[in-house]
C-alpha cells in the first residue's frame, strides 16, 4: 500500500480567491488522481494527474477552475481556482496501480474546503 | 453511465450484531473494492476482491465477489463501536485506463 499526505488538511477560505492542495505519496506510482467528495456524497473522479502532461478531466470539470499539476511520480497539486460557496468540500488525493496483475487504489486523508 | 447501487443506504445495529451489506451493478467488473469512511477522513482499503466467487476476510470483515460478476458483498460480525462510518464499493473493470466506479456507500451506526 501506498502513504498518502495532503497540505493543507483543511481551510476556510473566501469567495473569489483560490486554494492549492498539494498530495505527496511516499513510493512512485503511475497513477494519480484528485476526487470532490460534497457533503454527505459518495466520491467525484474530477481528473487523472498526468506526469509530464496536462492531466486528463472527467465530464463537468474543466482546467481552468482546477488546474492541476504533477511534476514527478511522488507529486501532485490541485487548485481550486475563484472559490464559491458550493466549491465547499473534502477534495481528495488517491493513487492506483497493478501489483501483479491486481488493481488497488488508496486514499489520502483529504482536504477539507470551507468557502465563505 | 455506469452505476453501483448499495443496500441498505443505512443500518443502526446493535452492538455486537452481525451486518451484511450489498453492492450491485449492470455491469460486470473484473475487481471489487470495498472502503470505510471515519468522519474527516478519506477512505481506507479494507478488502479487494479478483475472482469471482471469491471470499476474502480481514478480521472480522469477509466480502464475497459474486459469481455473476456484477454484486459484492460484505459482511462484519460482532460489531463494534469503531465499525461506525460509511462503507463504499467499488468495481473496477479491466485495464489501467478504466477508472474505478464507486457506490453511493451505506452508513452504519452501532448502538452500544
Known amino acids: 500500500s501506498a502513504v498518502i499526505s495532503q497540505k493543507p488538511s483543511r481551510d476556510i477560505c473566501q469567495r473569489g480567491t483560490s486554494l492549492t492542495i498539494q498530495c505527496q505519496v511516499d513510493s512512485q506510482v503511475t497513477m494519480m488522481f484528485w476526487y470532490r467528495q460534497q457533503p454527505g456524497q459518495s466520491l467525484t473522479l474530477i481528473a487523472t494527474a498526468n506526469q509530464g502532461s496536462e492531466a486528463t478531466y472527467e465530464s463537468g470539470f474543466v482546467i481552468d477552475k482546477f488546474p492541476i499539476s504533477r511534476p514527478n511520480l511522488t507529486f501532485s497539486t490541485l487548485t481550486v481556482s475563484n472559490m464559491s460557496p458550493e466549491d465547499s468540500s473534502i477534495y481528495l488525493c488517491?493513487?492506483?496501480?497493478?501489483?501483479?496483475?491486481?488493481?488497488?487504489?488508496?486514499f489520502g486523508p483529504g482536504t477539507r474546503l470551507t468557502v465563505t | 453511465g455506469q452505476q453501483l447501487n448499495q443496500s441498505p443506504q443505512s443500518m443502526f445495529i446493535q452492538e455486537g450484531e452481525d451486518v451484511s451489506m450489498n453492492c450491485t451493478s449492470s455491469?460486470?467488473?473484473?475487481?471489487w473494492l470495498w472502503y470505510k469512511q471515519d468522519p474527516g477522513e478519506g477512505p481506507v482499503l479494507l478488502i479487494a476482491l479478483y475472482k469471482a466467487g471469491e471470499l476474502t476476510s480481514n478480521g472480522r470483515l469477509t466480502a464475497q465477489f459474486g459469481i455473476t460478476r456484477k454484486d459484492s458483498f460484505l459482511n462484519i460480525s460482532a460489531s463494534i463501536p469503531s465499525d461506525v462510518g460509511i462503507y463504499f464499493c467499488?468495481?473496477?473493470?479491466?485495464?489501467?485506463?478504466?477508472?474505478?466506479?464507486f457506490g453511493p456507500g451505506t452508513s452504519l451506526s452501532v448502538i452500544p
Open positions: 467499488a468495481g473496477h473493470r479491466k485495464t489501467s485506463y478504466d477508472k474505478v466506479i
Open positions: 488517491s493513487v492506483a496501480g497493478l501489483a501483479g496483475g491486481s488493481y488497488e487504489q488508496y
Open positions: 455491469s460486470i467488473f473484473n475487481t
